[in-house]
């Protein structure tokens, strides 16, 4: 089957939406999905197409939303709950980290959690401090996750279909400024992407640049510059932060030697501090530089938009960490 | 219900200066809200959240507290509420620029994410409810105080009560819940509001809650709860005056919920043509609080048309000029962006 051009948005609506024709038991809830279509527009039309049975606007419950997924999949269901921005994620913490992550082991696997929680995340509209997360980071760090962020439309379809598809809770984070960005979408309702494998989204072999979601566009662009300068970099796109493809990091790493890491989150106990941590302990002898973390700054987010710009991430900061390495 | 109070209630006794004063409030800050939409039409500001139709719960409830000194934990479209406890339409506007100086955060806040020490006015995050559990807490902290003889119950310049807002979808949240009951078992006083204007976005009040009324769930809170009509500003005058003296008097939290209506699509980010008809719309234009005052006060002689123009006038001005001087001031300095994270170095926690 053929491609076709999609924004992520569309992409991710085909997968839910053939997820659902193909599995009865696979269901949307949360806040808005129906009659306003999702905040982000992923189920339009889901609400006529499917019925208000399979397809529940909640009330502004997170707690209900994560905690009521976690039970009706244990109770046989595949829910795919929406958090309509991870912030809110946080007001549901307890049922996300101590059953969504646990209950499989917690109970010598008796009961399993089908179930995926999706939300939308990142910062850059002036959202301010409580209202810009970008924090996946911190649920990947319970063992009994999978975390995935997809950085493009093809990836968000398969990656999705593969979560739904997968008896492990998966925490689905879709950045917003992605929602319009338009790819090439397999057709194909058997599109999936295997759980837990990144991708090299650019080949090189100066400086591997690891990243995920919108960070993948920033290095991409980093890398077209850094081109120029005669510096060839290796965007490894992880995809997903649980399960971490150490692999091909490692395999890019001995490569180029060198490595930058870019995320959208904060710097602290960071996605880049796990990765600069796996290379210093398993690559130490391929090492030439040390590595190179791009994150926001270490502040909460500010409004005014030339500050709020300051403290996010940025294709010139990518640039100038790989000159740092090189 | 009727817009004129019976006899024995607290709004008979408010003079004509305090009469006009809530009409004054209640459309400066309708004339501030229509700029906001405005500029963000304009594509000048990056968000608004409006407060029309919420005028008359928000300047009832603020005229029957002590001003400025009892605690006030609002929420996003208490635009009319902040104004009557001394934010400035100039403030909102350097708020909705983020300009440097900002009242409420510096401009580090969204805009209507108010804050004012000078006011007792007291900071919210973007996440909702999430002011309830804070405000009991402000209410605590004042019963705290009292019991143990560090303010005096007739010490009028201490905060006596701690009031918070939050819309009827909001109720939903855990932490609705959790405030309310703890201010229950310990009789705090504090006092809820409840905008209820039976949208939460696009969701209608019955997919939020399977009863009538919020108030309803006073009751198991063991708080007093009460339903007022939110477009009438004496009626919330009112019911808000019995609430503030039970809280005074030591007897407890009230749940004020106030009917109103919400004139506008939910955010600037938002198109409400696709769940609410037009005609519901049109409907509540006809309830709407500003209009139906000033048919009160001009029908007893209070206003007269000349000062109703004069008014009009009056708060045009204010808000061009402010919305002048927002748009011409400098942003904030970057340099500030790693102020007030932690406290400055504290010598005696050799920090
Ligand atoms: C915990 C949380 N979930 C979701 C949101 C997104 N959100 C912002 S306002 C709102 C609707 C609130 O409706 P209601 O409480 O009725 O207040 P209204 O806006 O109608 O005054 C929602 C869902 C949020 N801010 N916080
Ligand atoms: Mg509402």
């Not at chain 1, 490569?255 to 796990?274: A, D, Q």
């Not at chain 2, 708060?315 to 919305?323: D, F």
Request: hydrophobic content about 40%.
């Amino acid at each position: 089957m053929a491609d076709k051009v999609l924004p992520m948005r569309e992409a991710l609506r085909n997968a839910l939406r053939e997820e659902m024709i193909r599995d009865e038991r696979v269901y949307v809830m949360g806040q808005e999905v129906g009659a306003w279509d999702g905040t982000h527009k992923v189920t339009r039309g889901f609400l006529e197409e499917f019925g208000a049975r399979r397809v529940r606007d909640t009330p502004i419950s997170e707690m209900v939303i994560a905690g009521a997924a976690v039970g009706s999949a244990m109770a046989g269901l595949r829910p795919v709950a929406e958090i309509m921005t991870i912030n809110f994620a946080f007001v549901g913490m307890d049922a996300i980290i101590n059953h969504m992550a646990k209950v499989r082991y917690m109970f010598n696997g008796q009961f399993k959690v089908p179930m995926v929680l999706r939300c939308a995340t990142g910062w850059g509209n002036q959202a301010t401090a409580t209202h810009s997360h970008t924090p996946e980071p911190i649920f990947a760090h319970f063992p009994g996750l999978y975390v995935g962020m997809p950085s493009n439309a093809r990836d968000a379809k398969g990656m999705l279909k593969a979560a739904i598809r997968d008896d492990n809770p998966v925490l689905f984070s879709e950045v917003i400024a992605l929602y319009p960005k338009p790819g090439p979408v397999p057709e194909d309702p058997d599109f999936v992407l295997p759980i837990g494998k990144g991708d090299i989204k650019r080949p090189g072999k100066d400086v591997t640049i690891v990243s995920f979601g919108r960070g993948v566009e920033w290095s991409l662009d980093a890398a077209a510059a850094l081109e120029k300068e005669g510096v060839d970099c290796e965007v490894v796109d992880v995809r997903w932060l649980r399960p971490l493809d150490t692999a091909l990091i490692f395999e890019s790493f001995k490569k180029t030697n060198r490595c930058v890491v870019v995320e959208e989150s904060l710097p602290y106990y960071s996605f880049g501090s796990e990765i600069a941590a796996q290379i210093q302990e398993h690559m130490f002898d391929y090492m030439d530089a040390p590595v190179k973390r791009v994150s926001a700054m270490d502040v909460p987010l500010p409004y005014a938009r030339d500050i709020e710009l300051m403290a996010l991430p940025n294709v010139q900061k990518v640039i100038a960490a790989v000159k740092e390495v090189i | 219900m009727n817009a004129t109070p019976a006899l024995d209630t607290p709004s008979q006794l408010l003079s004509p200066e305090a009469l006009k004063e809530m009409y004054w409030l209640m459309l400066l800050a309708r004339r501030t809200d229509e700029r906001a939409w405005v500029l963000h039409r304009q594509g000048k500001i990056a968000f608004h959240i409006s407060g029309m139709g919420h005028e008359a719960v928000q300047v009832g409830a603020a005229c029957a507290i002590h001003r400025g000194v009892d605690y006030v934990h609002p929420y996003y479209r208490d635009l009319a509420l902040v104004l009557a406890l001394g934010v400035t339409p100039r403030d909102f506007m350097f708020s909705l620029f983020g300009k440097r100086g900002e009242l409420s955060s510096g401009a580090r806040q969204m805009p209507s994410h108010w804050s004012a020490r000078k006011y007792n006015l007291v900071s919210s995050s973007s996440v909702v409810a999430t002011q309830v559990p804070q405000a009991a807490g402000l209410a605590f902290a004042i019963k705290y105080k009292r019991d143990h003889g560090l303010i005096q119950a007739d010490d009028f310049s201490q905060p006596r009560c701690a009031i918070t807002c939050l819309g009827e979808g909001s109720t939903s949240q855990g932490e609705w819940h959790e405030g309310m009951n703890w201010a229950g078992v310990h009789d705090l006083p504090l006092i809820c509001i409840v905008q209820n204007n039976n949208y939460a976005i696009s969701v209608p009040f019955e997919k939020q809650m399977n009863i009538r009324s919020v108030a309803d769930r006073a009751n198991a809170y063991g708080v007093h709860g009460i339903t007022v009509n939110g477009s009438d500003v004496l009626a919330m005058y009112d019911a808000m005056k019995a609430a503030v003296h039970r809280a005074y008097r030591g007897e407890g939290a009230t749940l004020i919920e106030a009917k109103c209506h919400r004139l506008t699509p939910h955010s600037s980010d938002d198109d409400d043509r696709t769940y609410r008809s037009r005609e519901e719309l049109e409907e509540a234009k006809r309830f709407d609080p500003i209009m139906s005052f000033a048919q009160v006060l001009l029908g007893r002689g209070v206003m007269s048309t000349a000062e109703q123009q004069e008014f009009e006038a009056k708060a045009m001005e204010i808000v061009n000029t402010a919305h002048r001087e927002a748009e011409s001031a400098p942003y904030p300095d970057e340099h500030t962006i790693y102020d007030h994270i932690y406290a400055p170095i504290n010598h005696e926690s050799g920090r």
